[in-house]
């Protein structure tokens, strides 16, 4: 079935944009975390993997897991946050130390599929299950999980559609953004003075966003999986395409800021070369590629 693009006639101002790695065919590069010292972590969903990249621009193996893995984040020490499922097919989070060893750190038999990972306050984070419609919360220091919330704006309208409903997280100001993939919203949900969830609203339509990146002006950078696109979602809700399959991006999956002097504006993206929706000419090499979004893009503190 061919998708019907979500994106309307929204302008086209192409950035500037160069590779940093590609992977073989069928590789499914799914998320992506720019350390402090502008090393890239990234996922490989099927093989259960997490790949670093560091300054010599050579991926390799950080950490493997027996299953699959999805969301990642990082703890202040450096260490790393990563959901997928076990090889049993449940729910886990496992943490991945700065050599690469990986623990279970929770299992989560009550979720779906566990799918984005963001910083919420102290020990605390958030994550996306993309089929449950629901975000839970983890402390990373208890190890412990409980719902943060469950709303309809979060789940699938089509239960028979694998396409994930809530799946990127992040915050800015005092909001939790998230997409929901399947019904082509990003959802936005007040943060309250105790750090629980407000009343969720749609911020956008007629979107289909995966995973995306704040800048500092409020500015929303979003991969369109399917659609072959990097999209900018400025904070009045006007949409401008900066990248498309020429340049790369066929099958986007998540983006990341550069977080070192001179790469403040580089914004890197991942893609799986069109594994969920072929290309006419057949699913092309992964690649980890960057865009240069120019000064008014420059990330969040």
Request: with cysteine; charged share 15%; glycine share 8%.
């Given at each position: 079935?061919?998708?019907i693009?979500?994106l309307?006639?929204?302008p ?12 073989p065919?069928?590789?499914f590069?799914?998320?992506?975390v ?10 490989n969903?099927y093989?259960g ?8 621009g ?13 969301g990642l984040a ?7 946050l ?12 496992w ?6 060893a ?12 566990l799918?984005?990972?963001?910083y919420?306050?102290?020990d ?6 993309s ?8 402390n990373?220091?208890q190890?412990?999980v ?8 979060l789940?699938?309208?089509?239960l028979?559609?694998a ?12 909001n939790?953004?998230a997409s929901n993939?399947?019904?082509a ?7 309250q ?6 009343e969720?609203?749609?911020f956008?339509q007629?979107?289909n966003?995966d ?14 999986h399917?659609f072959?696109?990097?999209?900018k979602?400025?904070p009045d809700?006007?949409i ?26 580089h ?12 290309p006419?000419?057949?699913?092309e090499?992964?690649?980890?590629v960057?865009l ?5 893009g420059l990330?969040l503190p």
């Amino acid at each position: 079935m061919v998708p019907i693009s979500a994106l309307g006639d929204a302008p086209v101002a192409l950035v500037p944009t160069h590779t940093i790695a590609e992977f073989p065919v069928n590789t499914f590069l799914e998320s992506i975390v720019v350390s402090a010292d502008q090393t890239l972590f990234i996922t490989n969903h099927y093989e259960g993997k997490v790949i670093r990249i560091g300054a010599d621009g050579v991926p390799t193996t950080h950490a493997t897991i027996a299953g699959k893995a999805t969301g990642l984040a990082a703890l202040p020490d450096g260490s790393l946050l990563l959901s997928g499922w076990d090889d049993q097919n449940t729910c886990v989070v496992w943490q991945i130390a700065l050599d690469g060893a990986a623990s279970v750190l929770v299992s989560l038999p009550d979720a779906l599929f566990l799918n984005g990972l963001t910083y919420l306050t102290d020990d605390r984070y958030l994550i996306a299950d993309s089929y449950r419609g629901a975000i839970w919360e983890l402390n990373a220091v208890q190890g412990s999980v409980r719902i943060w919330l469950e709303h309809p704006l979060l789940s699938r309208a089509d239960l028979e559609n694998a396409t994930p409903a809530v799946n990127g997280l992040k915050i800015f100001g005092n909001n939790l953004y998230a997409s929901n993939t399947q019904n082509a919203q990003m959802v936005r949900v007040p943060i309250q003075a105790d750090y629980q969830p407000g009343e969720p609203e749609i911020f956008v339509q007629n979107v289909n966003i995966d995973d995306f990146a704040f800048d500092r002006a409020g500015n929303l950078y979003g991969t369109t999986h399917v659609f072959n696109s990097v999209v900018k979602i400025a904070p009045d809700g006007s949409i401008t395409t900066i990248a498309q399959a020429d340049q790369g991006m066929t099958g986007t999956t998540a983006v990341a800021f550069g977080r070192s002097q001179g790469n403040l504006t580089h914004l890197y993206v991942t893609t799986n070369g069109g594994m969920s929706f072929p290309p006419p000419t057949g699913v092309e090499a992964a690649k980890v590629v960057c865009l240069d979004v120019g000064i008014e893009g420059l990330p969040l503190p």
